[in-house]
């Protein structure tokens, strides 16, 4: 059974890809944001035209991934929400409400700085990992029923 796995949240680390390299081997089809960060804002304004005022100019653009990661939600079958420790990611909480809203099996990851203000987030997930090894080793478990060596 192919499991699809939507990978949200924070895009200025490696996690997602310490994930996908770590998931080889298993039956994974992995799915994400648009990662560039240019890109994820200015696809409002490339597509359906400038705007003179910044706030449009970004709503334009929230909008269009709101399109894309409410698909990618839709479509997963577990969902990882990454909250960095750099910046604000408003998003990752808002895309964790709608996994859980969705009745998705959602794994929040975070380090322990976190802890405290992403609590009513954690109590949604079904699993809070701190590292993204930790999270392949849930999807592991999950597909194959076997433990860390």
Known sequence: MTMKVYLSGEIH????D???DGAAGLDVEFASP???HEASDDCGVAILG????????DSKGAKLNAI?????ISDADVVVVRFGEKYKQWNAAFDAGYAAALGKSLIVLH????????????AAALAVAQEPRQVVEVLRYVLTGALPA
């Open 13 to 16: 680390t490696d996690w997602r």
């Open 18 to 20: 310490q994930i996908i």
């Open 34 to 36: 648009v990662t560039d």
């Open 50 to 57: 400038a705007e003179p005022d910044k706030i449009w100019h």
């Open 68 to 72: 894309r990661t409410r698909k990618g």
């Open 111 to 122: 380090g322990p700085e976190h802890v405290h203000p992403l609590k009513e987030v954690d």
